[in-house]
């Protein structure tokens, strides 16, 4: 059972920044894309980053120039930086390998003055 555990979510100022953390059980994040996914209130879940095995990134348009999907493989935790936060960016954060496994509780993100 792949066991993804997100943190470092919080209440933050429009323009602020926060850094979400994917903390796996064992290796599974260094050899298979892992991706960040949010869902607002009354909304349905959306991809926002992935970065593949080999590095490579793709990121929503909406977080394109403000987020940035990085990963440890020696700490088997994979990143998200977020900087210029807009309330619209309000949501669960999760986080999840791309092909597989199975959400998790996810880290909430509110962008509130």
Known sequence: QVQLVESGGGLVQPGGSLKLSCAASG???SGNAIGWYR??????????????????????DSV??????????????????????????TAVYYCKPVNFGSWGQGTQVTVSS
């Open 39 to 60: 869902q607002a209130p009354g909304k349905q879940r959306e991809p926002v980053a992935v970065i593949r095995s080999g590095g490579s990134t793709n990121y929503a």
């Open 27 to 29: 290796s599974i994040l």
């Open 64 to 89: 394109k120039g403000r987020f940035t999907i990085s990963r440890d493989n020696a700490k088997n935790t994979v990143y998200l930086q977020m900087n210029s936060l807009k309330p619209e960016d």
